[in-house]
Every structure is written in C-alpha cells, then in structure tokens.
C-alpha cells in the first residue's frame, strides 16, 4: 500500500518516506515539554539541535541551529527573512517577536555587528531551552523580554528599523498578532523608512486575510515566497516612497554588506520576489480585534493553491 500521509513541520513538507528515513536516524536525545503556552520537543541528530511545538494538526517545527556551524541557516524561511534588507539596508534597531531557537539572531549579529536586536518570547520554557539546549548566548546587543509581543509593542516607545513578527505557536499565530490594529500599532513604532516583516503559510484563506488586513495599514506590501515551501514572507513598508518599489538592488546591498553577502545567497532571496495575489487579497475580510477568526480560516484550505 503506497503512503501518502503528510506532515508538516512549520515550513517544512515531510512525506511518508521522508519520515521512515529520519526513523532510521537515532537521535542523540528527545525532550518533552508542556507548558502553558505550548507543547515543546527538543530533539538532537548530530549536531543540529530542534524546537518543535505540537497541537492538535501535528508538530511544526519551529527552529533548529547546527551547533558546529551557528551561522548555517538550518531552516530555509529563516533566510528569507532577510529580505528586509533589499529596503532598509542598515538597520539600527531591529524588534522580533518570536524567538524560537535565536538561528536568526546568529546570522544578523554577523551581519550586523553594531545593530541592536531585541527579541520578546512569550513562553519562558522557550527561552529556557534557546540557552541551554540551542546554545545561544544573549549580549546587551541581544537582550530577550518574556512577555506578550502585543503588550511589549504597546509599552515599548523606541523606533524599530525591521520589526519582524514569527510567533507561532503550533503552526498558527494567535489572533491577537494578526488584527488590523495590532498592526497600526508596529506600523507606529517603526522609523520612517521602516519594515514590518511576517511569515505567512499560503494554501489556507488565512493568507488572503492577512494580506488584506496588512495592505490596509501599509502603503507597500511585497511578497517573498520561501523556495520549495509553503511560507511567504511579507515585507510591508511604512514608507510611501514609490522608490522602494523598484525591486531589490542586489548589488549595492552586496557592496554595503559583505558579510551578509557571504551567507546568504542574495540572488536566489531576490528571485522569490513574488507578485502580489490582488484578486485573492481583495476577495478577502480584514481582521480587526473584534473580528479575527484565525484558527477557523487556517482550517480552510485555499482554491488558489494545491492542498500539501
């Protein structure tokens, strides 16, 4: 009998016989833990160290860092992160919502040595093991807040060049995060050519919600798809200016930032540049606080992409 059960590990596809090979694999240990907020596994191979969250739909990967090699990007969405970049090259301050295992925060304290990156968590376990199991090792440069990301956002007064929202919890991001006013509420604490990045899953009605909900705040909203996945990483910019629409300068961006160059693939992040679904979008309801069905529309598989 062929197999056909699928599993998805936040952006990451594993089909039935991908899931038999990774059985041959003995792991150096697994953890479980259950906390408020989430239902963790800390699972070790070698020298790649995974954070996955479980829920009721399955268990998504939520980050993984290679121990002999921090400055690997193991998860492939991690990288398009980076697109933020193409609009607001130097980042002074840079905000993340969602911490996970910090595989982000290696790479951009490279790149960025004299930027400051505060990141707030709200599950204190997750900060627990991001020390202790992923080895990441916070600096005055990196200082991490366990809190809600909203609250923060809300008592929190600095200006934020990249504000970048990753908080999901099991596959989904609570409603909370995705409203039309939270939204406003990052759009204010960003500087004047500043990014608020997302990442999105595309093949359930939640993506057009929240492409939608996005557009209503920012005057620019593009779109870079993951290659090979389902995640679609959202650069919406506080800036009106038509300029920053003429698309990614690879070029200069690898001149001002060699170091950034040097691990990542700049003309591959470039070609996921992906055109805007206007049609889809505009079919699509805002969120607001007082409407923000998340997890229902995430149950939706979408007509306009093929079910995983």
């Known amino acids: 009998m062929k197999l056909r059960t699928l599993l998805i590990y936040g952006s990451v596809l594993i089909s039935s016989s991908m899931l038999i090979s990774r059985a041959a694999e003995v792991p150096d240990y697994i953890e479980n833990h259950d906390t408020l907020y989430n239902n963790l596994t800390v699972e070790k191979r070698d020298t790649v160290v995974e954070l996955r969250a479980r829920s009721r739909s399955g268990e998504y990967l939520e980050s993984a860092v290679d121990l002999a090699d921090p400055l690997r990007l193991v998860v492939p969405y991690t990288r398009s992160l980076f697109a933020a970049a193409f609009f607001e090259p130097n980042p002074k301050s840079v905000l993340m919502i969602g911490l996970g295992g910090a595989g982000f925060h290696r790479v951009f304290t490279y790149a960025f040595p004299g930027a400051r990156l505060q990141s707030v968590e709200l599950d204190p376990k997750v900060w627990e093991l991001c020390q202790e199991k992923l080895a990441f090792k916070p600096t005055v440069l990196t200082p991490v807040a366990v809190m809600d990301g909203r609250l923060f956002v809300k008592r929190n007064r600095e200006r934020w060049d990249w504000l970048i929202l990753d908080a999901f919890r099991g ?31 595309q093949d359930t009605e939640l993506f057009a919600a929240d492409l939608r909900t996005i557009q209503s705040v920012f005057p620019h909203v593009l779109l870079f798809q993951t290659h090979g996945r389902g995640n679609v990483i959202v650069c919406a910019l506080k800036s009106a200016d038509s300029d920053l ?20 693939d700049l003309d591959a992040l470039a070609a996921e540049l992906l055109p805007f679904p206007v049609e889809l979008a505009g079919k699509a309801r805002i969120l607001t606080d007082d409407f923000s069905p998340v997890e229902f529309l995430d149950a939706l598989k979408t007509n306009n992409t093929k079910n995983r």
């Open 245 to 264: 629409m003429r698309g990614p300068d690879i070029t200069a961006l690898e001149k001002s930032n060699p170091k950034l160059a040097s691990k990542l």
């Open 171 to 201: 596959g989904f991001v609570p409603p909370h995060l995705k409203s039309q006013e939270f939204y406003r509420e990052c759009a204010a604490r960003l500087s004047d050519r500043g990014v608020f990045v997302t990442n999105l899953h």
